[in-house]
């Protein structure tokens, strides 16, 4: 049984108000920059990397003027910093080479960028120039699949299956709505059904409540990471 997109949607809205992406940027770089840091990493490490980035490396030049391993100790703590350092400071050469130092508004530009793939590209595109796209992140892909809104077996797939089925003027708010549910309620290891008001629309809960246990289907983890960042999935 297919859920209410729209009742999940309509309700999704009124527990998450006001959505917006959990990183801190000012401009479309600053969040390229962030959203790559993002692999394999919380927002708020990525937040704590940033505050001592952005004020002393404002845009591409700054950035290739520090040698690798400068970088790479400034980003260290944030997990696969080696590969992460690699592919910004190959993106910030590429983007002053072809695009005038100035982060590109089309999806097929930014994933020709190292290190940026279709979450990458797609988080960019809608927070930084409020262009509808739907990123599939670790939690959009688990909530989606538990849910029922898709049943994918990769980020693609739920990708392609939650725009064909959610109106393209909410991608955007449904993208953060998913990951603030996946985050406060639809945890990976525990989720909390007991006290989920999707409950009612839920084929993980459907399933459990009629004794043929979790919607597994799907899967439970993104296939091959969390896709963002230095070895994103495309």
């Excluded at 999704?12 to 959203?35: G, K, M």
């Excluded at 997990?79 to 190959?90: D, F």
């Excluded at 797939?157 to 993208?175: C, F, G, K, N, S």
């Excluded at 043929?212 to 899967?219: H, K, L, M, Y």
Aim: glycine fraction near 8%; hydrophobic fraction near 40%.
């Amino acid at each position: 049984m297919q859920p209410d997109t729209e009742w999940i949607l309509s309700t999704l809205a009124e527990l998450y108000p006001n959505p917006r992406t959990a990183l801190h940027f000012e401009t479309p770089f600053q969040l390229l920059i962030a959203t790559m840091l993002s692999a394999q990493c919380t927002d708020k490490r990525v937040n704590i990397i940033t505050q001592r980035l952005f004020p002393r490396l404002g845009g591409p030049e700054d950035f290739l003027k520090l040698p690798q391993e400068a970088l790479e100790d400034l980003i260290r703590d944030c997990g696969l910093y080696r590969e992460k350092a690699r592919n910004i400071r190959e993106t910030c050469r590429l983007l002053l080479e072809r695009h005038g130092g100035e982060v590109p508004a089309r999806f097929e530009d930014l994933v020709r960028l190292p290190g940026v793939g279709r979450k990458t590209a797609n988080v960019v595109l809608a927070n930084a120039f409020g262009i509808p796209a739907l990123a599939v992140d670790t939690h959009v892909f688990r909530v989606a699949n538990r849910l029922g809104l898709a049943r994918g077996r990769t980020p693609e797939e739920v990708e392609r299956q939650l725009t064909a089925r959610i109106p393209r003027d909410r991608w955007i708010p449904a993208h953060h709505w998913l990951i603030y549910h996946g985050r406060n309620v639809c945890h990976a290891r525990s989720p909390r059904c007991e006290a989920c008001p999707l409950r009612p629309e839920c084929a993980h809960a459907r399933a459990q409540a009629a004794g043929t246990g979790p919607a597994a289907w799907a899967g439970e983890r993104v296939a091959g990471g969390s896709g963002a960042g230095a070895r994103e999935r495309t």
